[in-house]
């Protein structure tokens, strides 16, 4: 659910970003564009693989694994809602 948020999030910022930085007029934007993706990878990472590194690692390998494909296939399920949302 976190990363719902966190998209949602950077999302509401990349639509509003004229209104919020003003017009890319030189490098910064396509710059600040990549380093949004840069840090979200990172944020969405961590959010994603985190707990179930650690419990891998802890020992409890099949919980991790479990955890993993539980959070992949809730993500794709909040996916497709949204998708069926927009389409109706």
């Known amino acids: 659910m976190g990363i719902v948020v966190y998209a949602s999030l950077v999302a509401f910022v990349m639509f509003n970003g004229e209104k919020f930085f003003g017009k890319a007029d030189d490098f910064t934007g396509p710059l600040m564009i990549l380093l949004l993706f840069v840090v979200s990878a990172v944020i969405t990472g961590s959010l994603f ?35 069926a949302a927009k389409i109706l």
């Not at 419990?55 to 497709?80: D, P, Q, W």
């Open 49 to 83: 693989l985190g707990r179930p590194i650690y419990l891998y690692f802890e020992g409890l390998k099949k919980e991790a694994i479990k955890l993993f494909f539980y959070t992949l296939f809730s993500l794709l399920l909040i996916t497709l809602i949204i998708f």
